[in-house]
């Protein structure tokens, strides 16, 4: 039986002092998946030491890649892969496995994949993948829960996506950096991690173009070689920081960021009253609090990313006013509310949007983690309590956030990891 843990937070404190950034999970994810594509062993470094990362080294392992660990560094040698379907259980564990049909396609012209888990945030299709798979010549068995799909020859197309799909332009792209001729995807997302995954696949020799703009040109080269990259750090965890920092109405440096990538959540906290400063690869955030209620829409990079809404209302829980949450991404993304409500939150829930009544203070109680970031938020809720507050379902947490109650510790909080029957 797998050991079952609980967090329990003693809330009230300000978090104070400086705290380091770990390197992006949505990045190393396709990162080192895109590693299959090479033709030599490739190093990549700043990688998370997060649960998400460590279940798809396995599934590259059980692919017979090589993937060799020291600390934040890890080595790939895919020279000699002797499948090209990954383990079905490890699949199932994470979201991001669905990068390993674009690799696999790339490197082996066939992949053979369930469809991947990860967080329940209502339906989460994979049609668009599949439609840029499709355009580039591969012919897909979509039936049951698993994607069979194979391409005679790989070519390159023009693919325009009917919605902004962050793993649907990756994906699309890890395959089309080793087709023949040129792709362009159209209505590409423009996050990041799409940046990163497009300077990773150009350090190996690939020839990717506009990553960062809505229109990503590549054209397919026959061979990927060694390199040495380092992944940047987390947008996310960056951002869960700075509300966590200015929940709590604490003083915290936030070191090894990208300030750039933060300006959506970096101009809420303004208007909510947080002051933010920023030095080149620092954020500094501080807060005397009487915070005022803002309405947050979540949308594609650079809009306001989903995966700080929840985050988000927890600091808005205690904001004087009221504040419209319209979540235009995810349709079940507001079951941390459900649970902060058992807070002292009030608020009133529907699938897209929600509105939050700020309230003098939460009080500490038993809450669940649902999801990764609902689990940040429900720690940031718990910080912001009085008393004790229990989150079941930590190791939602650990699959995206590396060693967060400890680095939180380091900033003043009190929080403790124990089992859940203790
Ligand atoms: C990625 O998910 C991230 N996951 C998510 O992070 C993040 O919330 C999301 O992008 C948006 O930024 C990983 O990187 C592993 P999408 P993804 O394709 O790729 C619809 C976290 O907490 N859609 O951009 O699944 C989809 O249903 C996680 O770290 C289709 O309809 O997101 C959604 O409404 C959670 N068909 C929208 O598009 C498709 O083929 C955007 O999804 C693909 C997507």
Redesign the pocket.
């Known amino acids: 039986m797998p050991f079952v843990e609980k967090l329990i937070i003693n809330g009230g404190r300000r978090l104070t002092g400086d705290v380091q950034v770990a390197g992006g ?2 990045t190393s ?2 990162i080192l998946s895109a590693a299959l594509l090479c033709d030599e062993p490739v190093c990549v470094d700043n990688i998370p030491d997060i649960e ?1 990362v460590h279940t798809l080294l396995e599934l590259l392992r059980g692919l017979g890649a090589l993937a060799q660990v020291s600390g934040h560094s890890v080595m790939i040698d895919p020279t000699r892969l002797h499948t090209t379907q990954p383990s079905s259980d490890l699949c199932k564990k ?3 496995s ?2 390993l049909l674009g690799a696999l396609l790339g490197k082996a012209g066939q992949g053979s994949i369930p469809y991947p888990g ?2 329940d ?11 840029g798979f499709r355009a580039l010549g591969v012919e897909i068995d979509d039936r049951f829960g698993w994607v069979d799909a194979k391409a005679a020859s790989l070519n390159g197309s023009e693919i325009f996506f ?9 994906n699309v792209m890890l395959a089309a950096a080793r087709a023949k001729g040129s792709t362009v995807i159209y209505n590409a ?1 423009k ?1 990041p ?1 799409v940046v990163d995954t497009a300077n990773f696949l150009n350090s190996m020799g690939a020839r990717v173009r506009g990553a960062g703009t809505d229109v990503i040109r590549i054209r397919g080269v026959d061979r990927l070689h060694a390199s040495t990259y380092t992944v940047i750090p987390d947008q ?1 965890e960056t951002g869960t920081l700075m509300i966590a920092a200015a929940a709590t109405q604490g003083d915290v440096a936030i070191h090894g960021c990208i300030p750039a990538h933060m300006e959506s959540l970096t101009a809420k906290l303004l208007e909510i009253g947080v002051r933010v400063d920023e030095a080149d690869d620092v954020i500094r955030i501080r807060s005397a609090g009487g915070h005022r209620a803002v309405n947050i829409k979540t949308l ?2 650079p809009g306001f ?3 700080l809404q929840s985050p988000m209302s927890a600091l808005l829980t205690t904001a004087v006013g009221t504040s419209i949450i319209t979540e235009t ?3 079940k993304r507001f079951r941390h509310l459900h649970e902060m409500v058992r807070m002292g939150a009030r608020a009133r829930i529907s699938d897209w949007t929600s509105v939050i009544e700020g309230m003098p203070h939460l009080t500490g109680a038993p809450v669940t983690a649902s ?3 609902a689990g940040a938020a429900l720690v940031i809720a718990g910080l912001m309590a009085g008393g004790n507050t229990e989150i079941s379902n930590p190791q939602h947490i650990d699959r ?1 956030y590396e060693k967060l109650e400890t680095r939180l510790r380091s900033l003043g909080a009190d929080i403790q990891r124990v089992a859940a029957d203790s």
Do not use: S, W
């Not at 945030?121 to 439609?131: C, F, S, Y």
């Not at 009917?162 to 990756?170: A, P, Y």
């Open positions: 999970k949505n994810l396709p998400d994470m979201r991001g669905y990068y990860g967080c945030l209502g339906a989460r299709p994979i049609d668009q993948h599949l439609k009917d919605l902004v799909t962050v793993g649907g332009t990756i997302a996050e991690h996310i594609a990079y990313p989903t995966d991404i995810f349709d999801d990764l970031r995206g």
